[in-house]
């Protein structure tokens, strides 16, 4: 098998489709939980300031997930074909989710009417809430495994049976720290009496997210077998929750001193931490069979050929600096609290 | 209804809908790099008002563009996973192309076309145009280099057999550059032009009946009439080339399109016309030996025709295939007639005078989106019953675990939504249109 770097093709893509699907997580977590606590401001100048935070930049932040998908796609189908048809009705209503919640954003401050905006107000809510909670619902399925057997073959139930009881857990946690995330990034973009509450709503988030994520975690330890098996093997990784665990501790204390920035960077932190735990736990598993371990989909029966990783490799070289200067480019270009001008929503 | 059935009619109809909107961002987004050039080169400040004008409506275009392009990228797995495990291995380096070069690209420099106009100077302005303009010329590459590997794979070998079999990429600028990749980028381009071009001629050419806005969309229908009109006439070459293609790489498709049946014997061209399968008939208008002719530029030379090939190895809907294909040549053929005599007129000087054509531009919008419409349909039940030309069936493509009653269900999802999206879509085109080019900006500022 080639390797770069002593490691080997399917592991470096592991690594590409991690990064891609941490920087959706946090980028699109602000986004996402903004979203979530649309209808916790009461006045409409509020919630346009809250929607146009997000404005310039969720287009943009979009991408890390058509790019993530492509690269699962391209480096894993196996993994792809099998999670998205066995995960056929969340996955769908993801993206009808997603395709309202763009609606919303665009088509809200089209027209003055009460009634108009109010329905759109209620549509963003919800459909920012429910895809912040079906990520971590598929999240969970995929740490509880699926019922694969021979040939990748899905023996799952059909149409309710992705909502089981770890799995709501582990979305609802997932919204949590997403609204953690979305407070504080709104707190970075925004001044006056909407400031104020938002402080007042990230105290609540933050305790959301401390309840929900300890559940999550004890329920984890006993009663999904074999999660720390890798962790027994290499004990230095038990340092990613305590990283994980400082970072979050840390937020209260920037939030008081004011330093928002830095406090979204320590709960972006916190993300990758945990996104970190959740990715050394399944190595080399990408998706656990229930029925026989043997069936799982690893990261070695679902890669590509090592020719098509090669040259995704080199893709990614090339490319991830570019999107990396766009990037830099567009959040300079709009550092800063929002200002409404004739080219908002 | 089977699931195979199901998930087909869900995938056109999401692929349908989506192919109605990334045309026109490509095209307006040409339109939109003109007229702000323009306005950097002259100082001429009716430019920029144009080029705010068109990002209006470039921004909700883009917009449903994105949103129900994501759903196609996650499509493939959700319905057609064996497809997907076989095809991955190729599919995904060009998907994964699209990604980080064209949509990353069209992506970020979105948000600073639309909210950057007071943030950036107009120079950097300018060049995100161009930014966004080229992402979304890149994207259509990748997203037609992978559908043109389904219609004529190469650069590949295949691995495994059964269920594990799949295909490999064994040369991937062979992959990229595959016999049919290089036509269909250019048909599909200039497809997009049009689209872009005849409803930028279209909104202009009913404020000019309208008396509104005249001399602003006289310089605004000026651009787009040349661009229609250049670009009407190379589609013309462009699609006899990718004919010749598929003649020489797909011969049952072409044979369909004019609905040919003798296994080798000359083939006429058909102006319009029936096709009675059963019979195995044309019932129409044509020149006998026409496509002959075209192929081999002689009318008596043979063309292969679906007898050629057993039935379970050719397309079934022929009759669908022919009037697909002829739609979009006679709109073609229209549109190079329309733009042709307006040039002509322009350069009388009675262009803006005739008010007929005024009226036969303002609703011209609707004919490139028939033809590219027509024409993709033409180019893919043209290729059943292989979802991978010669080596995957579609009837083998879909995803097993999936049910019908599941499939029902995105589907009626989908189409609640996608009405939605489109009145939406049309409402608030239509609301910019009458608003106008000039924007009196004082909501924003009375709502702070």
């Known amino acids: 098998m080639e390797t770069f770097l002593g490691i080997d093709y399917p592991t470096l893509w592991y690594l590409v489709v991690g990064l891609l699907f941490s920087g959706y997580a946090i980028l699109e977590g602000f986004d996402y939980g903004a979203g979530a606590w649309h209808l916790f401001f009461k006045k409409d100048l509020s919630r346009r300031i809250a929607i146009n935070a997000i404005g310039p930049i969720w287009d943009a932040n979009q991408v890390w997930l058509i790019i993530g998908g492509g690269a699962l796609f391209a480096g894993f189908p196996v993994m792809y074909a099998t999670m998205l048809s066995a995960m056929y009705i969340p996955f769908m209503l993801f993206l009808v989710l997603l395709v309202l919640r763009s609606s919303a954003i665009k088509f809200r401050s089209a027209e003055e009417m009460l009634w108009w905006r109010k329905t759109w107000d209620i549509i963003y809510f919800v459909s920012n809430t429910l895809i912040a909670f079906l990520l971590g619902v598929v999240l969970g399925n995929v740490l509880q495994g699926f019922e694969i057997g021979p040939n990748f073959s899905y023996q799952g139930g059909i149409f309710f049976s992705f909502l089981s009881p770890y799995a709501i857990m582990v979305g609802f946690t997932t919204l949590s720290i997403f609204m953690t995330q979305g407070a504080i990034f709104l707190l970075l973009k925004t001044e006056g009496r909407l400031h104020a509450r938002l402080t007042f709503l990230l105290k609540k988030g933050m305790i959301f997210f401390i309840v929900s994520f300890s559940i999550t975690s004890l329920y984890t330890l006993i009663f999904i077998p074999g999660v720390v098996d890798n962790f027994k093997e290499t004990p230095a990784f038990f340092i990613l929750p305590i990283l994980a665990f400082l970072a979050v501790a840390n937020i209260p204390r920037l939030i008081s001193k004011k330093k928002y920035a830095y406090a979204l960077i320590f709960s972006s932190l916190t993300m990758a931490f945990l996104l970190m735990l959740v990715a050394f736990q399944l190595y080399p598993v990408l998706l656990p069979s229930t029925i026989d371990p043997n069936y799982s989909v690893t990261i070695y029966n679902a890669a590509s050929s090592q020719k098509s990783l090669g040259i995704m490799l080199t893709i990614v070289l090339i490319g991830s600096p570019l999107l990396a200067g766009y990037f830099i480019f567009l959040y300079k270009t709009f550092y800063g609290k929002v200002k409404l001008d004739d080219t908002s929503y | ?448």
């Open chain 2, 1 to 448: 209804m089977d699931t195979e059935i199901l998930a087909r009619i869900q995938f056109a109809f999401t692929i349908a809908f989506h192919y109605i909107y990334p045309p026109l961002s490509i095209g307006i987004g040409l339109i939109m790099v003109i007229m702000e050039g323009l306005y950097l080169k002259t100082g001429d400040k009716e430019y920029e008002v144009l080029t705010r004008f068109w990002l209006k409506i470039f921004a909700i275009t883009f917009g449903i563009g994105v949103a129900t392009g994501i759903i196609m990228e996650f499509e493939f797995g959700t319905n057609w996973a064996v497809y997907s495990k076989y095809v991955g291995d190729i599919f995904g380096s060009a998907l994964a192309a699209e990604g980080l070069f064209a949509f990353g690209l069209e992506s970020t420099f979105l948000g600073i076309l639309i909210f950057g106009w007071n943030r950036v100077s107009p120079k950097v302005h300018f060049i995100s145009t161009i930014g966004v303009f080229f992402g979304s010329m890149f994207s259509a590459v990748w997203i037609v280099v992978a559908n043109s590997w389904q219609q004529t794979p190469a650069g590949y070998h295949i691995v495994g057999d059964g269920l594990s079999a799949r295909a490999e990429v064994t040369d991937f600028w062979a992959m990229v550059f595959n016999p049919s990749s290089v036509d269909r980028i250019i048909h599909t381009w200039q497809g997009a032009f049009l689209a872009g071009a005849f409803l930028v001629l279209s909104v202009h050419a009913y404020y000019i009946r309208k008396g509104r806005y005249v001399e602003l969309s006289k310089k605004a229908f000026k651009i787009a009439l040349i661009v229609a009109t250049i670009v009407s006439f190379s589609q013309l070459l462009s699609g006899h080339s990718s004919a010749d293609g598929v003649a020489k790489n797909q011969p049952a498709k072409l044979a369909a399109m004019e609905g040919h049946y003798e296994k080798s014997s000359p083939a006429g061209l058909y102006l319009l016309g029936w096709v009675d399968n059963e019979k195995q008939k044309v019932t129409g208008l044509g020149l006998p030996g026409g496509l002959s002719f075209l192929v081999h530029q002689d009318f008596e030379a043979p063309i292969t025709g679906l007898n050629a090939f057993s039935e379970k190895d050719r397309p079934s809907q022929v009759n669908a295939v022919f009037q697909f294909y002829h739609i979009m040549i006679s709109i073609g053929m229209f549109l190079i007639a329309l733009t042709f005599y307006a040039s002509f007129l322009w350069w009388r000087g009675k262009l803006f005078e005739t008010k007929w054509l005024m009226w036969i531009f303002s609703f011209s919008v609707i004919l490139p989106q028939i033809a590219n419409q027509a024409g993709w349909f033409a180019a893919e039940m043209g290729r059943q019953p292989w979802i991978v030309y010669g080596h995957l069936r579609t009837s083998e493509g879909f995803s097993q675990e999936v049910s019908a009653n599941q499939i029902v269900f995105s589907l009626v999802l989908f189409t609640v939504v996608y009405t939605l999206l489109l009145f939406l879509f049309l409402y608030s085109l239509n609301k910019k249109i009458k608003h106008g080019p000039y924007d009196e900006a004082k909501n924003a500022l009375e709502i702070i």
